[in-house]
């Protein structure tokens, strides 16, 4: 509702959300999840159903795919390139005090949101952590010689829980993909409008109408909303 | 009003926090997971909750991606090599020999467990002791009907009281998919240790490591605590 002058017929500001670094990263470590995933299936209820496969060949899938996981991840923050991706991890693990709370009560205190909102930061932080649990412990798991029993034990059943809580996590980061196109669209073009923007992201997009007011004042820069700005550290 | 909003903008490291946190999380299921496991596999046994982690399930691993039917009528078991009588036996023979009942853990090395698994067949010992062992022998192994597994003990260890020649698994004969009709049960040792789908039996001349110890496993499977030279004695009935 607070879209300011939305019919304005002037340009519409485009921000860059994600880079192509960025977006890389997301999407092979999207499909690596993936992979995770299906072949995760047969493997864990195989025994349930009976079911009968290749299950070395879906087993080696599945190891190599999880050592590969945090590979695009950490290439992505590492080196010159990784510039967008450091400020986004340190955008998402540091908050503010509003946004714990906004966070607590389920979106119900108002918030001027950050470039990503507190359930997207959550999201960012877990999933980072579940890839270092599922990671050590899946090591555990193939390279089991080198570790106790009571840990092999250990690390399969915290394998299964971390891959059970992973699986709703995804599920609902696609649900929430699919019914936020703009958001979604983002991941593929790398950009969002202004308008998008202020629905979503409001603080962040009046940070970068800050940061370009200097040298180039746009037309879409003007409605500076008072207060709302000074988040920015 | 930005006076007042302060404490709002205040900056909190939630993410080193949460992260940190989950980390540690994982860290104390690794150290404990093995005790909340078995607290939950007591509370909610092997029927559909045991396909929540935790629960009792087998994980069912084949080498060559399918099992190998053979029908109980069909099903013979040799047994060959160094001993004074060679003998194949149908599942009726087996069924006919004194049957040895047993509840045991069925222990992966991969780390998942199964307790209390209730198992009956015939001892190994028995039918190495009416084929007649001859001196010199040295070692047990094992072939598969799925063509590609085997293994082996040794003879120490194949005359351990526990060690299993078993048709029927939890109540009811061996699945197919659990290596029926017939395998092999060693609950002292890891798993990979209990064919499955056992076709021959051979007394030979030397320790002839199986499939899985090719593969880099132990040739002794030992479990922890698993001294091998203590019988568990188990009820025979």
Known sequence: MSTAAPARPSPVMTLVRFDAVQRTAHWVNALAFGVLIFTAIPLYFGSFFGVVFERHTIQMIHLWTGVFLPVPILVSLAGPWGRRMRADLRRATVWTRREVRWFRTLGRTPLDADKFNPGQKANIIFVGAAIVVLFATGYILQWFRFFPVSWREGATFTHDVFAFVVFAVVVGHIYMALTHPGSLASMFTGTVDERWAARNAAGWLNEERAADAAPAPSPGAAPQRPGGSDERA | ?237
């Open chain 2, 1 to 237: 009003m930005s006076q007042l909003s302060r404490p709002d903008v205040e900056k909190v490291h939630v993410g080193r926090r949460a992260f940190l946190g989950l980390v540690a999380l994982g860290a104390a299921g690794v150290a404990f997971g093995g005790s909340v496991q078995r607290f939950v596999s007591s509370k909610v046994g092997s029927g559909l909750g045991g396909l929540l982690p935790g629960g009792d399930h087998f994980r069912i691993y084949t080498i060559t991606g399918s099992f190998p039917y053979v029908s109980r009528r069909k099903y013979r078991l040799k047994v060959s090599g160094l001993v004074d009588h060679p003998a194949t036996f149908t599942l009726d023979d087996l069924e006919a020999m004194p049957a040895l009942t047993m509840v045991k853990d069925f222990q992966c090395v991969t780390g998942w467990r199964v307790t209390n698994v209730h198992w009956k067949g015939v001892r190994l010992s028995d039918l190495l002791a009416n084929a007649g062992v001859q001196p010199g022998a040295v070692a047990v192994s094992f072939d598969s009907y799925d063509g590609a597994d085997s293994e082996s003990l040794t003879l120490d260890q194949a005359h351990l009281a526990d060690v299993m020649v078993a048709y029927e698994m939890l109540g009811a004969p061996v699945t197919l998919e659990h290596g029926g009709p017939v395998r092999l049960v060693v609950p002292q040792m890891y798993g990979y240790k209990s064919l499955k789908w056992l076709s021959a039996i051979r007394v030979v001349d030397r320790v002839e490591p199986g499939y899985w110890e090719q593969n880099g496993y132990p040739v002794n499977g030992w479990l922890d605590g698993a001294t091998g030279n203590t019988n568990p004695n188990p009820s025979l009935t």
